[in-house]
């Protein structure tokens, strides 16, 4: 559900509050939108068409004097089940979203790992070469020296 529908069912649900304290507005695409904030005419049929139907239903709920409290406690809760359904699959798309970026930094991490021990083997090798250069070294000096009779 976009931010504009939800915004509109908003509105619907507050003018459908105002005509159970007595209010006499009739029900229209064109109320809706004013009580939402929009321009006249900005909810269409071919945009949204539940959105159109919800405030059709409630219009002749409206005339007929049904619009009960059971009713609107349902037309309410069913408005919520939507959202919290709305809001579950959100919440399950930014899930999967976070377990492939999380995917996709482990396999950075056990590079880095990869790459931290060549790197370390490296300086063991390193290491190793300086020491046998510092024998050497070392023996050279020995042997460069005069002998002590």
Do not use: W
Request: net charge positive; charged share 40%; aromatic share 2%.
């Amino acid at each position: 559900m976009t931010k504009f529908e939800k915004e509109c069912y908003s509105a619907l649900k507050r003018l459908k509050r105002a005509e159970k304290e007595g209010s006499k507005k009739r029900i229209t695409r064109e109320t809706v939108g004013a009580e939402a904030g929009k321009k006249p005419g900005a909810i269409r049929p071919i945009r949204h068409p539940e959105l159109c139907e919800a405030i059709q239903q409630a219009e002749s709920d409206r005339k007929s004097g049904i619009l009960t409290a059971s009713k609107s406690k349902k037309i309410e809760f069913r408005e919520t089940v939507k959202q919290k359904e709305e809001r579950i699959a959100d919440l399950e798309k930014s899930e999967e979203e976070l377990k492939q970026k999380i995917e996709k930094q482990t396999e950075v991490i056990v590079n880095l790992l990869h790459e931290i021990n060549e790197l370390e083997d490296d300086l063991a090798s390193c290491k190793d070469d300086l020491h046998s250069a510092n024998n050497r070294i070392k023996n050279l000096m020995e042997k460069m020296q005069p002998k002590s009779v």
